[in-house]
């Protein structure tokens, strides 16, 4: 029976990446010369951002997303915190990075399929969603009504299987 993963996930790697390249900018400019903006990546994937005052951290922020774009990460994939002050003018702000699917988004998914009538069986299987079905044209269905119906969350298809 064919079946396919619908999961929301950003590679670890172009992150970093995109991070180091912001950090390494933000060194290097001219207006950013003695302040104390700069961008941490923890390992649980939660960015800190860290600047001088409001306006900086938004040219931080402005520019960390600019270097993600490049690097095919979707911005849709972060949230963003409250702003925080530390002391002083300074400020910070964490922005988490989605990963995996929810059971509220899951169960929207699948809500979604029923409700056009495909014939195809969703489960959530923890921060997974698995579709299988009768046929392979219905899975391809499943995933083009999924391309238009859920937009507020990145989502990638895997494990395609017959």
Known sequence: MPSFDVVTEVDKVELRNAV?????????????????????????????????????????YDL???????????????????????????????????????????KKIIKAVKDNKLKAQGSI????VRFSGAKRDTLQEVISLLKTEIKDVPLQYKNFRD
């Not at 951002?49 to 306006?55: G, S, T």
């Open 64 to 106: 960390m997303i600019v270097k993600m774009t490049k690097r095919e990460i979707d911005i849709r994939s972060l949230t963003k915190e409250k702003l925080e002050k530390i002391s002083g003018d300074k400020v910070k702000r964490v922005i988490t990075v989605l990963s995996g699917i929810d059971k509220d988004l899951g």
């Open 125 to 128: 299987q923890g921060d997974v």
């Open 20 to 60: 180091d390249q912001s950090n390494k900018e933000i060194s290097n400019r001219f207006d950013f010369k003695g302040s104390d903006a700069r961008i941490e990546l923890s390992d649980n994937q939660e960015i800190t951002v860290f600047a001088d005052d409001e306006f900086k951290m938004s040219q931080v």
